[in-house]
Each structure stands twice: as C-alpha cells, then as structure tokens.
C-alpha cells in the first residue's frame, strides 16, 4: 500500500528514524508556528507550544495509524495544544486569549473605531499596518471553531474534509463554520478595506 | 442565477471549487447586480486582508531545538514505562473488573453456604422421617416405590367431607 510522502515519513518515524522524523519538523514548522501563533498573539509562546507540539508526536509516533493524512493527525495535536493554552489561561484571566488586543498606549480605544475621515490620509504604510492590527483583532475576537478552520484554511490550504477531521465535526458544520467567519471578519475589516 | 444563489456560492468562488460552467454564470451575475458586486468585493478583499498578513519565521535554530529534546525524552520514557507499565487509560475498568470479579466469587460462595445451611436444616428436621425409611429398606414396599401407583389427586373422602359441610 502506498502513502502520501508525510505518511511515509511518519510511519519511519513510528519506527525510531530521526532524520525523517527532523524533515518532518523542517517542512512543517513554519506553518505549526504560524497557526499557534495567530491562536495565542506571542512569537515566543507560539515556538515554545509548536516545540511541544513536535515532542508530543515523538512520544505518540509508537500510536501513529496511517488511516488519515499526517496533516490530519498534526493539526489535531496543534488544535488541542491550543486548547489546552486556552483553558490554561481562562484559569488565569490577566493572560485570556479572548482578551482583544487594544493599540494605543492609553489602552482605552475602542477596538473597532472608524477612521476619522477628518484626519489627513495616513500613508500606504501606516494603511497596511492599520489592516494587520484589525486582521489580528478580528481573528483573535473569533470562536476557538472558526479561527482555527481558518487558520488551517489559510496556512495550510487543507481541504475542508480534512478540516472536518482536525476539528471533529461534520463537512456541512465546517463549511458552516468557515462561511460564518468570512462573514463576520467582513463586516469588522470592512471600514479599512479599500472602496 | 439570481442573488441570493450568487451569494451563497461566494465560499466556492473564493476557495476555487466552482466548475467552468458555474463560475462563468457567477462572474455574469456579479458584473450585473452592483448589490452582489459590492458584496462579493467586500467578502474578497476581507479574506485577501487575512490572506496578506505575513507570517512569522521560526527561529533559525527551531529544529535543532526540537531535535536536542529527544534525548531528554528517551530518557524520561524508559523511566514512565516502569513506573506506569498500564497506561493510565486501562486502570479504571481494570479495576472494575476485579472488583466485580471479586464481588461475582463472594456471592456465589453465599449462595453455596446458604444453600447446604438450607439442606443441613432440612435432614436435621427429617432426620426421624429418613431414619425410618433406613428401616423399612429392606421391605419390597421401599424396594418398589417407584412401581406404586400415584395417590388420586382428589380425596374422595376429603370431597364427602366438604359436601357435607356445604350442604
């Protein structure tokens, strides 16, 4: 029976191989690294949990079956590390991923303000740094559901059959659950979005 | 195609799902209706804003990092397995098993010593009844019980008594 290149590489892992088991970190971490981080809002934080993401598949590799891609498997261990960072957090409220990310040193702006159209047009720049800071806020104020689907829609282009899979949930509910989060980061990114 | 068709196939377009034919109905109708245009931009330019912030590099050391933690854990292992043979997961109905296994032995021992109490009580009652039959053994009457005809299940004299008593 043949796999695709992942599988193959794991299932040399399952037996001990290291050098396939460093080609699988080396090809996945950059993106491991990205969806943590759109999840928890810290670099640092974000390397350390995708570190422990790769060591739990390590220790699990004895337990791999090759019935789903290895992509599939990953990302539900990326999923529930970030689950686990969130109920961590929920028990220390002063560091809550829900908390939206407020800019300005008075901490007091309102996270989704209008532009004031009296002001003079800011540069290209300062447009597009703006626009990331709402992308960041507008996901971080998502569900758990919709902002990891999208993530894993948009780092790693997974089909929806295999978002259904990481997240446990019916075809229908993710295709639901990725329509209702383009929907609302319109309705918040639509003011800084150009005519 | 009318709008809210075109409307519900924006995920489609956007995820490249759509077939030729679809997709060419879509874009006419999107270049028709300016309420579908106008939404069909924000829903697009919504998700290229998402699709454009860039994204983080990982430490040019991240791999290595990992790599060096393998020993740590190859050696933590080894130590678990001994200490916890079980995976955590088995203990519990291990556990129920061997407690209802435990319960299942109790009961039918219960059982057993009720029931021979049961039979003791019973040859100490009968006892002078058994030792009489001892008696008799040597008789055919004992010899032959099985031979005997069974007694009538009505008493005929039982029925005359009762008859009397009704009239």
Same mark, same amino acid.
Request: glycine share 2%; proline share 6%.
């Given at each position: 029976m043949s796999f695709d290149p992942d599988t193959e590489?794991?299932?040399?892992?399952?037996r001990g191989n290291r050098a396939a088991f460093e080609a699988l970190v080396v090809k996945y971490q950059r993106v491991v690294i990205n969806t943590i981080y759109r999840s928890v809002g810290d670099p640092a934080e974000a390397e350390d949990l995708a570190q422990n993401v790769f060591v739990q598949v390590w220790k699990s590799r004895s337990r791999y079956k090759p019935t789903a891609k290895f992509s599939t498997w990953l990302f539900t261990i990326v999923r529930n590390m970030c689950l686990n960072e969130v109920r961590r957090r929920a028990r220390h409220p002063a560091d809550s991923l829900d908390k939206p990310i407020v800019d300005g040193a008075e901490g007091g702006e309102s996270?989704?303000?209008v532009p004031d159209q009296r002001a003079k047009p800011p540069s290209e720049e300062a447009l597009a740094a703006e626009l990331r800071k709402?992308?960041?806020?507008a996901l971080a104020a998502l569900p758990e559901t919709q902002r990891t689907a999208m993530l894993l829609l948009r780092h790693q282009n997974m089909p929806y059959e295999e978002i259904a899979k990481v997240m446990r949930c019916s075809l229908s509910a993710t295709k639901s659950v990725i329509h209702r989060a383009r929907a609302i980061l319109r309705d918040q990114l639509k003011p800084y979005l150009r005519p | 195609m009318n709008c809210t068709q075109c409307q519900t196939e924006f995920d489609r377009l956007l995820d490249g799902r759509?077939?030729?034919r679809t997709e060419t109905l879509l874009r006419k109708?999107?270049?028709?209706?300016? $309420?579908?245009? /106008? /939404?069909?931009? $924000?829903?697009?330019?919504?998700?290229?804003?998402?699709?454009?912030?860039?994204?983080?590099?990982?430490?040019? %050391?991240?791999? /290595?990092?990992?790599m060096s933690q393998l020993d740590h854990v190859e050696r933590e292992m080894p130590a678990r397995a001994w200490f916890f043979p079980l995976p955590w997961r088995w203990v519990a109905?291990?556990?129920?098993?061997?407690?209802?296994?435990?319960a299942s032995?109790?009961?039918?021992?219960?059982?057993?010593?009720?029931?021979?109490?049961?039979? %003791?009580?019973?040859l100490a009652t009968n006892l002078p009844v058994v030792q009489h039959l001892?008696?008799?053994?040597?008789?055919?009457?004992? /010899? %032959?019980l099985d031979r005997i005809a069974p007694l009538p299940e009505h008493d005929p004299i039982e029925e005359m008594m009762k008859a009397l008593w009704n009239s």
């Amino acid at each position: 029976m043949s796999f695709d290149p992942d599988t193959e590489l794991m299932l040399k892992v399952s037996r001990g191989n290291r050098a396939a088991f460093e080609a699988l970190v080396v090809k996945y971490q950059r993106v491991v690294i990205n969806t943590i981080y759109r999840s928890v809002g810290d670099p640092a934080e974000a390397e350390d949990l995708a570190q422990n993401v790769f060591v739990q598949v390590w220790k699990s590799r004895s337990r791999y079956k090759p019935t789903a891609k290895f992509s599939t498997w990953l990302f539900t261990i990326v999923r529930n590390m970030c689950l686990n960072e969130v109920r961590r957090r929920a028990r220390h409220p002063a560091d809550s991923l829900d908390k939206p990310i407020v800019d300005g040193a008075e901490g007091g702006e309102s996270v989704w303000q209008v532009p004031d159209q009296r002001a003079k047009p800011p540069s290209e720049e300062a447009l597009a740094a703006e626009l990331r800071k709402r992308v960041d806020t507008a996901l971080a104020a998502l569900p758990e559901t919709q902002r990891t689907a999208m993530l894993l829609l948009r780092h790693q282009n997974m089909p929806y059959e295999e978002i259904a899979k990481v997240m446990r949930c019916s075809l229908s509910a993710t295709k639901s659950v990725i329509h209702r989060a383009r929907a609302i980061l319109r309705d918040q990114l639509k003011p800084y979005l150009r005519p | 195609m009318n709008c809210t068709q075109c409307q519900t196939e924006f995920d489609r377009l956007l995820d490249g799902r759509l077939d030729a034919r679809t997709e060419t109905l879509l874009r006419k109708h999107l270049a028709d209706c300016p $309420d579908c245009g /106008a /939404a069909w931009r $924000d829903y697009e330019g919504a998700w290229a804003a998402f699709v454009s912030v860039p994204e983080i590099e990982p430490s040019s %050391n991240f791999a /290595a990092r990992v790599m060096s933690q393998l020993d740590h854990v190859e050696r933590e292992m080894p130590a678990r397995a001994w200490f916890f043979p079980l995976p955590w997961r088995w203990v519990a109905p291990a556990t129920a098993a061997v407690m209802l296994f435990a319960a299942s032995i109790g009961v039918w021992m219960n059982v057993q010593g009720v029931a021979e109490q049961a039979a %003791n009580q019973e040859l100490a009652t009968n006892l002078p009844v058994v030792q009489h039959l001892d008696l008799l053994k040597d008789f055919d009457i004992i /010899a %032959n019980l099985d031979r005997i005809a069974p007694l009538p299940e009505h008493d005929p004299i039982e029925e005359m008594m009762k008859a009397l008593w009704n009239s």
